[in-house]
């Protein structure tokens, strides 16, 4: 367009040039003569005005069109100057959209784990942790009370998860300058992912405790009880808190029953507000939401207490989590008897679905170390061949007869 519109003005300034000119010669009148320079022909007087009118109105035709080429010339500018201006612009590099999982996955989930502090509950932050470095654990302890002198601390927890791996340096007692105890964390620990760790205090007999620590939460494990092995906690440690809890407030509940059912009502509840408030995370099919924690029939000897049996406790917990919460993903674990002193750790897991077991008269004992335990526990949250069936776990057995 720009190159046409350069063309129309040379052809403009010619035409300009033209004029004056006939013929390609310049013409001069002396002496009422006209001379033709270079040429030797001299025309009449009649002649020459007959020429000179001809020239005048090829004079005006050719001005005329000037003036016309000059309108056009100025018309092409104006719309050259209207017409929007395209800039270079520099490819964009796009990132190529992440695949998204179509197995389950703990990817940017929020898991809590109900008895933290305890040996399986500890061992399983512990494996979430170290094997999942994009999820967030909360660790959910018991409350006892504020300073209270039986309360058990989080000390089971903090050596699990590898919180006192630091370098500590405490200073001589003796010394003004050096009196200082200091603690660092070492560039090994970097792996732990305590920076995902994150610590809850609740009474599980208490719903609206359990409701606030439920908040955003994606899945639960259940690691929680009253029980050390077979016994009350309250008999078998002498726990005055427990123990006082228990005879001052026969009524308020257990926490393998009553405790568990405010538990998945609070998750059902964090569930469904999620849901309508668009919260659920996106990417990958969501873990199982609810793992349950419980005892094989065979791992214990039964104990009675004045709430019930801790076998009875431990088959209606399981009842409630298979038929209450039917919204609710969940697998469940009947755990072996623990040994952590002669079964090794790292040996191979086997399972068997409760319900299709063959009774063949042989009586076994089956036991399993806890830290396989807590690998089982954990690595059930994205197994979508367990979801909502019951499995007897072992690693070790041996026939009695």
Known sequence: MIMTANMHIFLALAALLTFGTTNGFVSSNIGGRQHSIGSSRITSSSSLESQ??????????????A???????RKMEENLDRKPRTEYQAPVATMPEEEEEQDMSLKKRRVLVVGANGRLGSMVCRHLLRNNPQTEVVACVHYVGEDSPTSRGYARLSYEVGAEDGVGNI??????????ATFEYADYMKDYNLQNLRLVECELLDPVQCQTICEGVDSVVWCATDFNGNQPRAVSGLNFAFLFRAVTAPTKGRVEVEGLRNMLGALKLARQDAEAQGAIPKGGKPPINFVHISAAPNSLADFETPFGTFHGQKREGEAMVRTEFPSLSHTILQMSTFDDNFVEEGKDIDMEEVGKQEYDGVIK??????????????????N????????????DMKVLK
């Not at 089982?376 to 949250?381: F, G, K, P, Q, S």
């Open 67 to 73: 003036e016309d080429l000059r309108d056009q010339i």
């Open 365 to 382: 004992r089956q036991r399993i170390n806890r830290r396989d335990a807590a690998r089982v526990v954990a690595e059930a949250l994205t």
């Open 52 to 65: 000179s009118g001809s020239d005048e109105e090829e004079a005006s035709r050719l001005k005329k069109q």
């Open 171 to 180: 200073g001589a007692a003796w010394s003004g300058e050096d009196r200082v």
């Open 384 to 395: 979508e061949d367990m979801e909502g069936k019951m499995f007897q776990v072992w690693t």
